[in-house]
T-cell receptor
Framework: AQSVTQPDIHITVSEGASLELRCNYS??????LFWYVQSPGQGLQLLLK??????LVQGIKGFEAEFKRSQSSFNLRKPSVHWSDAAEYFC??????????????FGTGTQLKVEL | DAGITQSPRHKVTETGTPVTLRCHQT?????MYWYRQDPGHGLRLIHY???????DKGEVSDGYSVSRSKTEDFLLTLESATSSQTSVYFC??????????FGPGTRLTVT
């Protein structure tokens, strides 16, 4: 069965510092992978996605993620964090379902705190 | 932003009462999903729909039912609410082969 692990529940970084959020997945086929961000009291916003091709994908707000098949990982990075990046981040893997569509399995999330 | 609305946005109800949450989209997307979000669990899929009147169960479907009589509306019903169903519920939509877009959520408290 597919699963997603985000080993860090909470991460605190200083504003301007670099950031890496870890995500490991378990899935038998070629995965489609996503990172979403959730600000307090809000819905989820898509940061970036990996479907195929270049293993380094660029997203919105200056985020990027690298797919490493050998490590079953899809870590999210940002070179310089801004205070507005404080939020909860979710990694997700997609797999096919009856009738088509894309069913997502989410990790448990990483809460990012940014110190000024 | 994807045209997804959820109603109500907040609801408090008593144990044993029926509750219906509505998801409405203006994007004409084929696929719609209901998730619940709980601390320490991330988001978990309750039910999804792949077309009008076509629905199937997700990983946490017990105690929930859904209906989709129109492309734009996907209803989630708790037949007899329990305290374990206190949660934040999110609707999502997608096109074929594309990512999911999420609504703003409904916070449900069952007392």
């Amino acid at each position: 069965a597919q699963s997603v692990t985000q080993p860090d529940i909470h991460i605190t970084v200083s504003e301007g510092a670099s950031l890496e959020l870890r995500c490991n997945y378990s899935y038998g086929a070629t995965p489609y992978l996503f990172w979403y961000v959730q600000s307090p009291g809000q819905g989820l916003q898509l940061l970036l996605k990996y479907f195929s091709g270049d293993t380094l994908v660029q997203g919105i707000k200056g985020f990027e993620a690298e797919f490493k098949r050998s490590q079953s990982s899809f870590n999210l990075r940002k070179p310089s964090v801004h205070w507005s990046d404080a939020a909860e981040y979710f990694c997700a893997v997609e797999w096919g379902v009856t009738g088509g569509g894309n069913k997502l399995t989410f990790g448990t999330g990483t809460q990012l705190k940014v110190e000024l | 932003d994807a045209g997804i609305t959820q109603s109500p946005r907040h609801k408090v109800t008593e144990t044993g009462t029926p509750v219906t949450l509505r998801c409405h989209q203006t994007e004409n997307h084929r696929y719609m999903y209901w998730y619940r979000q709980d601390p320490g669990h991330g988001l978990r899929l309750i039910h999804y729909s792949y077309g009008v009147k076509d629905t199937d169960k997700g990983e946490v479907s017990d105690g929930y039912s859904v209906s989709r009589s129109k492309t734009e509306d996907f209803l989630l019903t708790l037949e007899s609410a329990t305290s374990s169903q206190t949660s934040v519920y999110f609707c999502a939509i997608s096109r074929e082969g594309s990512e999911q877009y999420f609504g703003p959520g409904t916070r449900l408290t069952v007392t």
